[in-house]
């Protein structure tokens, strides 16, 4: 039995925004379980805004890039919109997820595999997971996030920034930094750290947290109404 075989269907959820080494670790272990792993890259819709500032198609460029060579039939990679914002995480939100795979895999996961279990229990409805079985990886495994990829980036840090990612990937350093930089509120952002006089990844953290408090007040208030 190839090592891949236990099951036909393994599919993982994100906005990967962009790639990181605790990424990678979850695709590894699904493609090590599944014979096909479907990656659903969220917030499809969004770029250029504080939480998504990569298009869906740089996305999904820098999972390809780490794969080279890995047919479209074992490694699918698909955008998925939100259906308000990535805030609105409920049973319906597990409905149009699994709604989404069977329209384009033929069938619902037989593998759910995830970063953390803060959202999962409000995914899906129980009788949506009857055959899926499903697989925690703690974040604590790779201490990483995509906000701290960014803010290496930002201050310009390849030296960090490279730690933290996929090797096939770090050839995209310049792209992917030009793209962050020309997004407005990073540059706002980045003048705000620079005017601090400390250009490091505590100083960008600490002027992104005010941002990102306000993004998510603001998205609260659009599911409210």
């Known amino acids: 039995m190839e090592k891949y075989s236990y099951f036909d269907l393994a599919v993982i959820c994100g906005r990967f925004g962009h790639e990181h080494l605790g990424h990678k670790q979850l695709f590894d272990f699904a493609l090590d379980m599944s014979k096909r792993l479907y990656i659903m890259v969220g917030s499809a819709q969004e770029r250029e805004t504080l939480r998504n500032p990569y298009s869906v198609e740089t996305r999904i460029d ?3 890039e780490t794969y080279p060579g890995m047919s479209s039939e074992r490694l699918i990679i698909g ?3 939100d259906m308000t914002n990535e805030l ?3 049973t ?3 409905s149009y997820v699994k709604e989404h795979v069977i329209s384009k895999t033929g069938k619902f996961a ?3 595999v995830y970063g953390n279990d803060e959202f999962r229990s409000r995914w899906f409805a129980a009788e949506d997971l ?5 697989f925690v990886l703690p974040r604590s495994r790779v201490p990483i996030s995509g906000t ?3 803010g290496m980036l930002l201050i310009d840090d390849r030296q960090a920034w ?6 096939m990937i770090h050839s995209m350093y310049p792209r992917l930094r030009e793209e962050l930089m020309c997004v407005p509120v990073y540059r706002e952002i980045y003048d705000k750290v620079r005017r601090s006089k400390i250009m490091d990844l505590d100083a960008f953290m600490k002027v992104y947290k005010e941002y990102e408090e306000e993004d998510r007040k603001r998205k609260l208030a659009a599911i409210a109404n």
């Not at 009857?130 to 499903?134: C, G, K, L, R, Y």
């Not at 490279?162 to 090797?167: E, L, N, R, S, V």
Request: charged share 25%; glycine share 6%.
């Open 79 to 81: 955008g998925l919109n």
């Open 88 to 90: 609105d995480i409920s």
């Open 148 to 150: 701290q990829i960014r």
């Open 92 to 94: 319906d939100w597990g």
């Open 62 to 64: 820098v999972i390809k």
């Open 130 to 134: 009857i055959d899926t079985s499903e």
């Open 162 to 167: 490279q730690k933290w990612t996929p090797q």
């Open 110 to 112: 037989n593998l759910m």
